[in-house]
């Protein structure tokens, strides 16, 4: 993102570097939302009937919402709106709604380390929704294999 801002960086070793000059054109920029804690807000907003939450200017780099990829496949109700790119990053909005979630199969490939905290987060409200334990039971052990 910095470069796309005009930023000079220059690597050395275990160094790097980035000229002060660069940006100094720079007056107002946003920076966008973070997914990780976004995802938070929007597992709220999914397990609470009647709810929904949009996030706007949110960070919508791929490698970065995992989460989101993995409860959309569990039927999660997602919509992303004004999808555009700041400065190389793909950003925009994003629009979760209460929803009935399903058990599925999770790749090592999609589970990303960090992702771990939030299906723990999210196992906890459902287990307490008082859905099949052992199903979630199993399908968290088989997820985080």
């Given amino acids: 993102m910095l ?17 002060k000059s660069s940006l ?6 946003k920076v966008p939302g973070d997914p990780s804690t976004s995802s938070f807000f929007a597992t709220a907003a999914i397990l609470l009937p009647n709810s929904s939450i949009t996030i706007d200017n ?4 791929p490698t970065r919402i995992g989460f989101f990829r993995i409860i959309n496949k569990m039927g999660a109700k997602l919509v992303y709106l004004n999808e555009k790119f700041s400065f190389g990053e793909k950003v925009g909005s994003l629009k979760v709604v209460s929803s009935n979630l399903k058990s599925v199969d999770i790749l090592k490939a999609d589970f990303e380390c960090a992702i771990k905290l939030k299906l723990r987060f999210l196992k906890t409200f459902i287990l307490k929704k008082k859905y099949d334990k052992q199903k979630w039971k199993k399908y968290f052990i088989k997820s985080c294999q």
């Fill in 58 to 61: 949110i960070l919508l780099n």
């Fill in 3 to 19: 470069k796309n801002l005009g930023a000079t960086i220059s690597t050395n070793n275990l160094t790097n570097t980035i000229s």
């Fill in 24 to 29: 100094s054109s720079l007056i107002n920029f």
